[in-house]
Nanobody
Framework: QVQLVESGGGLVQPGGSLRLSCAAS????????MGWYRRCPGKQRELVATITSGGSTNYADSVKGRFTISRDNAQNTVFLQMNSLKPEDTAVYYC???????????????WGQGTQVTVSS
């Protein structure tokens, strides 16, 4: 069994910062890619940022220069530092990871339960 547990969401004023964390646990052999997605009110889920085990990153254009993704490979944890937050960043943020479990031969995709981020004055 694999679990992704997120933390760090909350209410912040425009221009503020938040840091999200997501830890993968269970019978894990390898985590090849981790990332963050979000679902804004009334919209479909969209990619925010991803990071490979080698440290290569990818960002949505809407967050470039404001958000930074990082990871701790030893702890199977991914972080999202969000600065200069805007009201349009309000969303449920989901952690995502491609994981190879003990006893498996293929990577599978896993999702966290989501954490609410609200940017409002």
């Amino acid at each position: 069994q694999v679990q992704l547990v997120e933390s760090g969401g909350g209410l912040v004023q425009p221009g503020g910062s938040l840091r999200l964390s997501c830890a993968a646990s269970g019978s894990i052999l390898s985590v090849i890619r981790m990332g963050w997605y979000r679902r804004c009110p009334g919209k479909q889920r969209e990619l925010v940022a991803t990071i490979t085990s080698g440290g290569s990153t990818n960002y949505a254009d809407s967050v470039k220069g404001r958000f930074t993704i990082s990871r701790d490979n030893a702890q199977n944890t991914v972080f999202l530092q969000m600065n200069s937050l805007k009201p349009e960043d309000t969303a449920v943020y989901y952690c995502n990871a491609h994981i190879l479990r003990v006893g498996d031969s293929l990577y599978h995709q896993y999702w966290g339960q989501g954490t609410q981020v609200t940017v409002s004055s």
